[in-house]
T-cell receptor, first 114, second 110 residues
């Protein structure tokens, strides 16, 4: 079984709809992250969480919200989806130490907003 | 401003033709440099972490090196299965979050 899983893997939705992307991990890592990837722009950080009670905005948080339900679960919500949010979304995890540790990525969710 | 630049954007090689990918960075206090491989439609797959200038890591046909300004990913005698996009990221900023480059798309023809 994969260490980092994301659901759904593909999603088509309409402008204005609320949508939630879910991430679960079995790696036992404290830190979790949400990124989006767009052609030509690379990976950009949306939100990150160092533990259940610690959630922080990343580079591009506008239009998104997150929830850390447990150490192993981190969800990303689009309250009112817009076409500009069409992208590939990745969840990642890392251990929490005093230095920057390797992040391990999930398989991604491909989101299309019509 | 922290920045990561990868070159070239795309690289086409013949099978067995060795080459190098470059990752240059500007960051206030490097806290790790990371290489990933990404296949189309999939999540980035971790390859190497380098923390200090002069450090080198190897895995099969890949070797990563690090200086104070850049990192190289050397590919020796590549095979078609090495075709992928290679991403470089640096740890920086107050929280040490990863800053990614845009990647180098490698194609290896048989």
């Amino acid at each position: 079984d994969a260490d980092v899983t994301q659901t759904p893997r593909n999603r088509i939705t309409k402008t204005g709809k609320r949508i939630m992307l879910e991430c679960s991990q079995t790696k036992g890592h404290d830190r979790m992250y949400w990124y989006r990837q767009d052609p030509g722009l690379g990976l950009r950080l949306i939100y990150y969480s160092f533990d259940v009670k610690d959630i922080n905005k990343g580079e591009i948080s506008d239009g998104y919200s997150v929830s850390r339900q447990a150490q192993a679960k981190f969800s990303l919500s689009l309250e009112s989806a817009i076409p500009n949010q069409t992208a590939l979304y990745f969840c990642a995890t890392s251990v929490g130490t005093g230095r920057v540790e390797t992040q391990y990525f999930g398989p991604g969710t491909r989101l299309l907003v019509l | 401003e922290d920045q990561v630049t990868q070159s070239p954007e795309a690289l086409r090689l013949q099978e067995g033709e060795s080459s190098s990918l470059n990752c240059s960075y500007t960051v206030s206090g490097l806290r790790g440099l990371f290489w990933y491989r990404q296949d189309p439609g999939k999540g980035p797959e971790f390859l190497f972490t380098l923390y200090s200038a002069g450090e080198e890591k190897e895995k099969e046909r890949l070797k990563a090196t690090l200086t104070k300004k850049e990192s190289f990913l050397h590919i020796t005698a590549p095979k078609p299965e090495d075709s992928a996009t290679y991403l470089c990221a640096v740890g920086g900023g107050s929280q040490g979050n990863l800053i990614f480059g845009k990647g180098t798309k490698l194609s290896v023809k048989p």
